[in-house]
């Protein structure tokens, strides 16, 4: 079993910037796959980004150039650094992690961009 938990969202204006943090309950090392996906009100959940345990980082086109995945292997913890936000990134943001086969997933956190 894989506990995650997310914090950092919160109300932020369009063309600011917000950092969303998830610990995980293990180390972030031993997974397959960590990412963040997000789903907005209506809409389905899809994936925002993510690093492979080679290193390797997919990211939707969407937020390209303007979002940062990474992670801290020794403090069980992934980052997103969230810049130049748009009303469009309103949504819930969830931390994954791919292990052994299953995914987790966190509680969620809400951000809000207003314009």
């Known amino acids: 079993q894989v506990q995650l938990v997310e914090s950092g969202g919160g109300l932020v204006q369009a063309g600011g910037s917000l950092e969303l943090s998830c610990v995980a309950s293990?180390?972030?090392?031993?997974?397959?796959?960590i990412g963040w996906y997000r789903q907005a009100p209506g809409k389905e959940r899809e994936l925002v980004a993510a690093i492979y345990n080679s290193g390797t980082t997919n990211y939707a086109e969407f937020v390209k150039g303007r979002f940062t995945i990474s992670r801290d292997n020794a403090k069980n913890r992934m980052y997103l650094q969230m810049n130049s936000l748009k009303s469009e990134d309103t949504a819930v943001y969830y931390c994954?992690?791919?292990?052994?086969?299953?995914?987790?997933w966190g509680q969620g956190t809400q951000v809000t961009v207003s314009s």
């Open positions: 994954n992690a791919y292990y052994r086969g299953a995914d987790y």
């Open positions: 293990r180390s972030t090392f031993s997974f397959n796959r």
